[in-house]
């Protein structure tokens, strides 16, 4: 017997949280939760743990201590289970094999390998599906991984401190402490969060940034800057060869351990191809920390498609001043210390939006 509505939110809004505890690990794969319930009771549960690894319905089954009332369950998965052979078998087959009868998926996979054929697969084996339960909260949760599928480039999140008079740096982008403790933990797990890290030559000749994790735990970026005439220091940590790197420039230069070069066209238009090249890369999220030319050129050509801005109390009376952009659509708004975070969101450019 089909379960009730409110029974459904609650066991997708589980699934769904489930799935978040895969970010950061699971890409370039997307979120994804799986409940597994008996008679109006959780029996198995489980996420995407790790990109390679097992996919959240699977460990959801296998963690059913009486595999017998799998006959008689019904699964909520945040994502349509899988039909193709990937890095692990298709998880459609797992669901029809252990004889579940009723499924009820979150959002459909925007993936072509997928597209409705894990769906398809479901009912056609005689299984009772049901769509679209908690379907916004989940795009919202993979909003990286629909950005990608759907706008064929990554998603793409700005982020600044600024303090309270509208200064990114000192006069001569001499580098200062803007934010407080609070926000520089915040800063490294969003860094854990995001598949890239990308900042312009003049942001790494100042600031000479590791750009890594170090306040929270969690997976490195990839580290993107942009270099046109291969001017920044090879001295500089950018070089250092402890996680992937990438820079992108208008010269050759030859590709070596843990750091790559691209070269793009001083003819076409910077970004298009830097994205069109991660979109090639897999690279589905960019955090970009960079300074006021990469910040006002992503505003202007509307490339973004979330904004962090971590307001400070402190004052500066001059310096570099912080892009001024008149946004709307604010999400988010709190405190995170003695910093305020306001977060933004392009409507324009969200999935189908």
Known sequence: MPASPDFDLLMMRRALDLARLGTG????NPLVGCVITHEGRIIGEGWHRQYGGPHAEVNAVAAVADPTLLRHSRAYVTLEPCAHHGKTPPCADLLIAQGIPEVVVCNLDPNPLVAGRGLEKLRAAGIRVETGVLEAEG??????????????RPYVVLKWAETADGYLAGPYFQPVAISG????????????EEHAILIGTRTAL???????????????????VIDKNLSLPPTHHLFDGRQPTVVYTYRERATKDNLGFVRLSEAEDLFPQIFSNLHQRNVQS????GGPTVLNSLLKDGLWDEIRILRSARRLGGGVAAPSPGLCGM?????????????YVNEREQPNG
């Open 181 to 192: 403790e609070l926000a520089r933990v915040a800063v490294h797990r969003w860094r854990s």
């Open 139 to 152: 795009r919202w949760l993979n909003r990286r991984f629909f950005t990608f599928q759907e706008k064929k």
């Open 286 to 289: 960019v955090l970009v920390e």
């Open 25 to 28: 690990y699971a890409r370039p």
């Open 206 to 224: 100042h600031d000479n940034p590791h750009l890594n994790v170090r306040e929270w735990p969690g997976p490195d970026p990839i580290r993107l």
């Open 331 to 343: 999400r988010q708004h709190t405190r995170l210390g003695d910093d305020e975070l306001f977060v």
